[in-house]
Structure formats: C-alpha cells, structure tokens
C-alpha cells in the first residue's frame, strides 16, 4: 500500500524567511498526483500547490514551491517570505490507483509556526 | 467557490448514541468522501462515493455505515457511539471521480463521545 511520511512533526520559521517541509512517499506506480494541503487553526483545509509525477517541471504558487524528486519518493514544499498567516498544518497527500479504487493518501501532517 | 458544509461544528453525544454527520456541497460534484482526523495520525479515510447511492470503504470503516441518497448530500452514521470515536470528522468533495481532483473540505465537526 502507499504510504506518505512528513519526518517533521513540528517546524518553525521566523516572517520574511523561507522553509522547507519535507515529504516523502512509497509506491510502486509511475502515474500519480501530489498534494500540499494546509489547515490554518480552526479553519478549513485547502489546497496550497498539486503536482505531476509525469511533469519534471515543479510545480509553482506565488510563494510556495515544490521540489519534486521522483526517483528519490520526495516531494517538498518551500515558503519563501513566510507569513503570519502560513501558520498551519500542512498535510502532504499522494493519489493513485489502489486496491481497484483511487484514494487520496495523506501523511500526519507538520505543525509550521512563523514567528513574528 | 465551491461550498462545503457540515451540519456541526461540534458536538457532544453519549455512548451507544446514534449519531448523524451531514454533509452537503453545492457544486454538483460526484465524489464525497468522509475522513477523520486525530493528533499524530493525520487524515484517514472513512468511507467515500462517487455517485449517488453508491459507497466504499475506505481504511478505517469499522463502526461507521453512510449514506447518499442525493447527489449534494453524504451523510456519517456511528450506529453506536463509542468513546474511541471521539475525534474531528472532515468532509470533502472532488468534482470528477478520479482522486486526481482537488478535494474540497468542510470545516469539520468535532465530535466527543462521553
């Protein structure tokens, strides 16, 4: 089954600096999607960038930025000149097809803070 | 936007209750899917569908049954509430049925079984 690890349960990053959260995952497919979803406190989960396994070219949003590296399973995820309001739990997910059904699977989740 | 709405934001019922978690989105999508999230553990799936009437399960379905009798509407039942169930129930919707798609989230019912 695939399994996505987010090795950082916790991470903390001061306003105008950048920070990396890792990811990585474990599959045997060549066809998939990737996720970053964030869930500010109290608020609703959603989308922050998606990416490609057959694209070679990381995907981009404004300040977040993927570097996606698919022989190595990793996907993470840079915010470049943090803000406040990137404080979050950011939830990396991967799909494909599995067990004749296509799901979405998330990791545990990092816990970012950005410090004022 | 798309609109992604759960019928609490929290709840408190007793052991061996019925409960009933709603879910309505208004972008005609075909997928719906409920999770539940617990500290450490991220989001698991519960149960998901991809058309009206029509469900499978996900990772963790034990205890739990849904419904879907209207495009618009998922429904969560705990048939019997147990305290193992307390934790933040999150809904979500996806336009097409490959979980390719976006999914889109409601803003959770927090859920304690006493």
């Known amino acids: 089954a695939q399994t996505v690890t987010q090795s950082q349960p916790e991470m903390s990053v001061q306003e105008a600096e950048t920070v990396t959260l890792s990811c990585t995952y474990d599959?045997?497919?060549?066809?998939?999607?990737l996720f970053w979803y964030k869930q500010p406190p109290s608020r609703q989960m959603i989308l922050v960038i998606r990416?490609?396994?057959?694209?070679?070219q990381n995907a981009t949003e404004n300040r977040f930025s993927v570097n996606f590296q698919k022989a190595a399973k990793s996907f993470s995820l840079k915010i470049s000149d943090s803000q406040l309001g990137d404080a979050a739990m950011y939830f990396c997910?991967?799909?494909?097809?599995?067990?004749?059904?296509?799901?979405?699977?998330f990791g545990k989740g990092t816990k970012l803070t950005v410090n004022p | 936007d798309v609109k992604v709405t759960q019928s609490s934001r929290y709840l408190v019922k007793r052991t061996g209750e019925k409960v009933f978690l709603e879910c309505v989105q208004d972008?005609?999508?075909?997928?719906m899917f409920w999770y539940r999230q617990d500290p450490g553990l991220g989001l698991r799936l519960i149960y998901f569908?991809?058309?009206?009437?029509?469900?499978e399960k996900g990772d963790i379905p034990e205890g739990y049954s849904v419904s879907r009798e209207k495009k618009e509407r998922f429904s969560l039942i705990l048939e019997s509430a147990s305290t193992n169930q307390t934790s933040m129930y999150l809904c979500?919707?996806?336009?097409?049925?490959?979980?390719?798609?976006?999914?889109?989230f409601g803003p959770g019912t927090r859920l304690t079984v006493l």
């Open positions: 979500a919707s996806s336009p097409h049925q490959r979980s390719t798609d976006t999914q889109y």
């Open positions: 599959t045997s497919e060549s066809d998939y999607y």
């Open positions: 990416q490609e396994a057959y694209k070679q």
């Open positions: 997910a991967y799909s494909g097809y599995q067990g004749g059904s296509e799901k979405l699977v």
């Open positions: 972008m005609d999508h075909e997928n």
């Open positions: 569908s991809y058309d009206v009437k029509m469900k």
